[in-house]
């Protein structure tokens, strides 16, 4: 049976200022957020025929299940699927992609994709805690091994293989940091100065406190539709290419490999496949630079660098957004503009959503396709959305 | 654009025995109940593309995420997508509709959704407490307001509209745990009289000890794939006629009635007309009888009966296996089978593809449409399958 899907379109996307904001509640977040995606499409709470929700630490720090509905009933929105995701710093691009193939299979022509996450209410060792869960509790867990443990360990071992200096690493976030200054909704507006990074409290041998993203909360949405419904909104229009997804190793003794993530590469070979194009032909990505070391290996896993070259193109200036080629983070990554993990997926795609029409603070002049990676734990899992300009 | 949309079919289920059995862990069940739905189908895990893990308790007691691919390392599953879904109770019936969804979008082959729960390892405190975060921890959970109480009030609502006797709740509970005897799956196989269930321990007034479906540990699957993949296993084929979900009120004060689930009347309506049939259609239906007085609102909100009759149908043995007309509960329902909540939406889809297939332990006779109907919380969710005979 031969079967024309319906084209899928982003018509709205929002964000809160990622900060830390421990007054405000996990919901109030999601809500707020939802409600600037709909904003942003034109489209009123009651034109929602679907809700997907990404979010990782709400349950372990909130204690509460059903957040799809709950934010449902204060959004406005009666009646309609409300599905919770859970990838961890991956369920927002998870919750993305749900909508995304729920347009597509004709089950919803107005999708709200919300993603957020509530962190900095509770003390850093808790939350430590909490993160760690996104590895496997049973071997890694168990043995004390914390995310910026597990990144440490891939940026040690990407040293010992291809070499890699603490310049390497601060070209990274030194980028990112310069990125996020023009955007509004960042953590981190400032520029750091490579003598700060440098002499940053140490972490994780050799990651330093500015190596690692930090703890926020805040939350993001996209509004995922059918064509006809994206046109009648007479609102700029982006179309999904690809959204696709795949899985990886869990715990460190699963891992034939410590400078690659299977579920990246697999993933990008799906996506670039399914939209018809190849890794040359993206102009601007939204990456997961959960460490500074992330950024290095996903760029390479993308295909922008052959592996073992990604650390010295970045440090030459090649993904910036002031220079010619691919412009890896303009919003700043999750470096600048914070990562409060369970939204992160779906900023990307604000920021990717920004680009395409020609209206981001640090504008990629032309972008016409856009692309966001979304990674959760160890590499457990990865989302990847190419975006076009529709 | 007119698109026409692929079948989906179920190709093989599986589940584990529901047992209090607190040694096995929560992943071995899961990966358990998907060897059997694999075996079933005739197909290995290498032909997997895709997992839907739902599970409401993990998170809680176990204090890991990403389960859904963990399971899928363990089964030998590797690259593929890999989803945890969460509705609370209804986890497992959202697991099979992502799949279903994910087939129709033509995004995979096929698909395996599993859903998992342990939770007697925990003390019935520990459960009560955690159980409750199904519910609006803000408003209800703070109140001290459990599931055994909640339905409780449903129970003493119905009484009040409708008028209820010990014996219209009884009779529940007989022909569910009658139904059991036969399900070497069910936890309780045995049949109970009416004088024990009067005189057992109470709960919630009216609800007594055996109005109560039993803390357990379990876990079911199944093969969602297409028409051609379902053909080319040889294996008996049923068809998904409608997969539906809709949510409803999270918190009492959010509710205008106790004696209907919104979420129940919205997800029926939509699965009636998504199948092309009328509750009348239906031969057999499993539906969520958490406790005596759910089977009976269920039943009026699925239209079996007007809304105030269910409750003298069921008395009038209307639903049981052995008298012509809608069978309810065949397999023994949540409280004769055990209800370990991130798996029942599963076991139910198990029960129905074997009607279909016409080897159930409770066959009912020629059946050919058949349901399942999973609620989530004190109405937060529900999702319903229609399957038919293919």
Same mark, same amino acid.
């Given at each position: ?7 899928? #379109? ?7 200022? =990622? ?6 509640? *996990? ?8 409600? @600037? ?15 997907? =929700? ?7 720090? %909130? ?18 699927? $409300? ?18 193939? $729920? ?32 590895? %496997? ?7 004390? *091994?914390?995310?910026?443990? =597990? ?7 990407? +040293?010992?293989? #291809?070499?890699? /200096? @603490? %310049? ?40 330093? !406190?500015?190596?690692? /993203? ?14 006809? @419904? ?6 700029? !229009? ?41 890794? !040359? ?23 922008? =660098? ?14 910036? /957004? ?28 604000? %920021? ?27 590499? +457990? ?5 190419? *975006?076009?300009?529709?």
């Amino acid at each position: 049976m031969i079967v024309e899907y319906p084209e899928v #379109y982003v018509a709205g996307v929002g964000t809160t200022p =990622f900060r830390q904001q421990p007054d405000i509640g *996990l919901v109030d977040l999601a809500v707020d957020a939802g409600r @600037r995606a709909l904003d942003d499409a034109g489209l009123a709470p009651t034109d929602v025929d679907g809700i997907y =929700f990404g979010n990782f630490l709400g349950r372990s720090l %909130e204690g509460q299940g059903v957040l799809a509905s709950i934010i449902a009933v204060r959004l406005g929105v009666m009646g309609v699927p $409300t599905t919770n995701v859970e990838g961890a710093c991956g369920s927002a691009g998870m919750a993305f992609r749900q909508g995304a193939l $729920t347009v597509r299979a004709g089950a919803s022509d107005v999708c709200l994709c919300i993603g957020a996450e509530r962190m900095s209410a509770a003390s850093t060792p808790e939350i430590t805690r909490v993160l760690a869960e996104a590895g %496997e509790m049973a071997t890694d867990g168990i043995a004390g *091994l914390t995310f910026p443990g =597990f990144f440490g360990l891939v940026a040690s071992a990407y +040293a010992h293989v #291809y070499g890699l /200096s @603490r %310049e390497h690493l601060s070209a990274v976030i030194m980028k990112n940091r310069d990125h996020a200054i023009t955007n509004p909704n960042a953590m981190f507006r400032s520029a750091v100065a490579a003598e700060t990074l440098a002499s940053a409290k140490p972490i994780a041998d050799p990651l330093r !406190l500015f190596d690692c /993203s930090a703890i926020c909360d805040g939350a993001a949405a996209a509004v995922v539709t059918t064509k006809a @419904r994206a046109q009648a909104t007479g609102r700029p !229009l982006v179309r999904v290419m690809a959204s696709e997804q795949a899985s990886g190793p869990v715990g460190v003794n699963q891992m034939t490999t410590l400078t690659t993530f299977p579920a990246t590469t697999t993933c990008a070979e799906r996506a670039y496949k399914a939209a018809g194009i190849t890794a !040359l032909d993206i102009d601007v990505a939204e990456v997961h630079d959960c460490f500074s070391i992330t950024e290095v290996v996903d760029t390479a896993d993308l295909g922008f =660098f052959a592996h073992g070259e990604a650390h010295e193109a970045i440090a030459e200036g090649a993904t910036r /957004s002031s220079t010619p080629g691919i412009v890896v983070n303009p919003s700043g990554g999750l470096l600048g503009r914070g990562h409060p993990v369970g939204a992160t997926g779906l900023a990307q795609i604000h %920021e990717i959503v920004h680009q395409l029409r020609g209206v981001a603070e640090n504008q990629v002049a032309g972008a016409q396709i856009g692309m966001s990676h979304n990674l959760g734990g160890a590499g +457990a899992t990865a989302t990847i959305a190419v *975006l076009g300009r529709a």
